[in-house]
């Protein structure tokens, strides 16, 4: 079955940067869309950015310009680069697998998510 494991979280300073990794196993589908969601106790939980089967991709309007979304297909993993970090972006992040990107928000396939904290 797939499994997603994500990692790289961590405490930084408010312009810091992170970069999240997403290892990806058990992955049978030809092709596939991912993305990076958020969530906090206060707020439903927000799609970040997400990276399609054709390598397209798109972003949260607040996190575009600072997050960039990518796939090492050789090694399956899925990163999320961010920098220019804000104590807004504190959050436990997921990342998720679907077919379809138009579904992503409802995957199929979900990590156990890892954990950014910004604050000074």
């Known amino acids: 079955q797939v499994q997603l494991v994500e990692s790289g979280g961590g405490s930084v300073q408010p312009g810091g940067s992170l970069r999240l990794s997403c290892a990806a196993s058990?992955?049978?589908?030809?092709?596939?869309?991912m993305g990076w969601f958020r969530q906090t106790p206060e707020k439903e939980r927000e799609r970040v950015a997400v990276?399609?089967?054709?390598?397209?991709?798109s972003y949260a309007v607040s996190v575009q310009g600072r997050f960039t979304i990518s796939n090492d297909n050789a090694k399956n993993t899925l990163y999320l680069q961010m920098n220019s970090l804000k104590p807004e972006d504190t959050a436990m992040y997921y990342c998720?697998?679907?077919?379809?990107?138009?579904?992503?928000?409802?995957?199929?396939?979900w990590g156990q998510g890892t954990q950014v904290t910004v604050s000074s």
């Open positions: 990276f399609g089967p054709d390598g397209s991709t």
């Open positions: 058990g992955v049978t589908y030809n092709s596939y869309c």
């Open positions: 998720a697998l679907d077919l379809y990107c138009y579904r992503i928000s409802t995957a199929k396939h």
